[in-house]
């Protein structure tokens, strides 16, 4: 298993779990994969992981650009639509606007469109999520596997981060998730869910091989995350309509960024 050359103490955990389960542990020094490394699994951010994955022959899944977008209303409890970047610069209106599946465009509230990244820093067919406005009160990630909660952790509370285990509710939340639109996602993703307006909603999908745990069990964490960067050899037909695709351009840019 691999991992990038700084660790998170999340990602710690994971690695100290996955040595104690007998997997053999590679931490790379950089992007660049040594002559005759052979790995079957991967846990690091985007920018590594589209470098590194590839070379390996690992499988990343994610769930599609316009998954959240395509969420009915009573599952968000707010608006949410996918956009060409170049599209929302005409946004005359404050909305949180983010990358779907990684950190390119800077999750925030934008006051407007103009705040964006302009076309000279990014292509204007770069999508992104454009949502209202809300609160949510408290926050929780869930590790599904085969459309089951298996581990799960508060996050947040109010905006701060405040971590803590996850209670039934949010497990019930899940399970209603996963029964509803299951079948729109990869057989191992993490789903961020919380609370709006007293209601429980979806707050976003993230990869999870790319996700901190909190205070997740890193067993149960493991078991999804061997699952969501695997082998690529390895895919059920299921799965292969939810492999990233990292545009070549952007991880030679990666590389070189590095050196």
Avoid: C
Avoid at 34 to 60: C, K, M, N, Q, T
Avoid at 96 to 110: C, E, L, Q, T, W
Avoid at 124 to 149: F, M, N
Avoid at 219 to 245: I, K, N, Q, S, Y
């Amino acid at each position: 298993m691999v991992f990038p050359p700084r660790l998170t103490a999340s990602a710690t955990r994971l690695r100290d779990t996955a040595e104690r389960r007998g997997l053999e542990v590679v931490q790379l020094r950089g992007f660049e994969v040594p002559e005759g490394l052979r790995a079957e699994h991967v846990h690091a951010g985007p920018s590594f992981a589209d470098v590194v994955a590839p070379r390996l022959g690992i499988a990343l899944l994610e769930a599609p650009a316009d998954w959240l977008a395509a969420l009915p209303r009573e599952l968000t409890r707010r608006e949410v639509v996918l956009l060409p970047i170049g599209e929302a610069y005409g946004l005359r209106r404050p909305a949180f606007i983010k990358s779907p599946n990684d950190k390119g465009i800077r999750a925030m509230v934008y006051s407007d469109g103009s705040r964006l990244p302009g076309p000279d820093a990014v292509d204007p067919a770069t999508p992104v999520l454009v949502s209202d406005i809300v609160d949510i009160t408290v926050e929780y990630r869930l590790y599904l596997l085969d459309g089951v909660v298996h581990a799960a952790s508060r996050y947040a509370e109010n905006g701060r981060l405040h971590v803590g285990p996850a209670g039934a509710d949010a497990y019930a939340f899940g399970a209603e998730l996963a029964a509803a639109a299951g079948h729109t996602l990869p057989s191992a993703i993490v789903v961020d869910v919380g609370r709006i307006g007293g209601q429980w909603a979806v707050i976003e999908a993230n990869a999870a091989w790319a996700s901190g745990a909190y205070t997740a069990d890193p067993e149960a964490v493991l078991d999804v995350v061997l699952r969501a960067a695997g082998p690529e050899v390895a895919l059920t037909e299921r799965d292969r309509a939810f492999v990233r695709r990292a545009a070549a351009g952007r991880a030679a840019q990666e590389v070189n960024d590095a050196r």
